[in-house]
């Protein structure tokens, strides 16, 4: 990512139970309060997903805490999102979560130049013993690098 963004928060659980073989930074039509809200970081997105409806892409399951300073026309947390994409990139997007096993997946949200912005990623649920491996290899990192670490400090 460039130098100006301001990373708000990233779906951490999504990269564990997804292999992410492709990613697309999109935009997010959002309400007024709804921006407030993500600048202060008031959003959850643990199992948040996208699907394509008549060639718009949208993103259900993303909470946004309705804002605090505002008056009684605040937005509807729960509401399905707009992302805005090129039409290649849907139509990219759509032939890909048409084969089996695909699923589109925010993997983050972040600020660019001011604007509201979500990588969404084009991912396969990874199995059981594809999660074992990856808490194995992370493990073993740590390991290597306490040793290597401790090697220093001697």
């Known amino acids: ?18 292999a992410v073989e492709d990613s697309y930074e999109c935009g997010v039509a959002l309400e007024g309060t709804e ?8 959003i959850s997105f643990p199992d948040a997903f996208a699907e394509i ?34 039409k290649e ?7 890909k979560v048409e084969e089996k096993g695909y699923t589109l997946i925010p993997l983050d949200i972040y600020l660019k130049k001011g604007r509201v912005k979500m990588t969404l990623g084009v991912c396969k649920g990874k199995k059981l013993f594809d999660k074992r491996a990856d808490i194995k290899d992370r493990d073993v990192k740590r390991d290597i690098a306490r040793e290597f670490r401790d090697n220093l400090q001697r």
């Open 35 to 42: 921006v407030k809200s993500v600048k202060n970081g008031n």
């Open 1 to 18: 990512m460039a130098d100006n963004v301001k990373v708000i928060a990233q779906n951490k659980k999504a990269r564990f139970n997804y």
């Open 89 to 95: 990139e849907i139509k990219r997007l759509k032939r």
């Open 53 to 86: 409806t008549n060639d718009e892409v949208w993103v259900r399951n993303f909470h946004i805490s309705e804002y605090a300073f505002s008056s009684i026309f605040n937005h509807d947390p729960d509401r399905k999102k707009k992302l805005l994409l090129h």
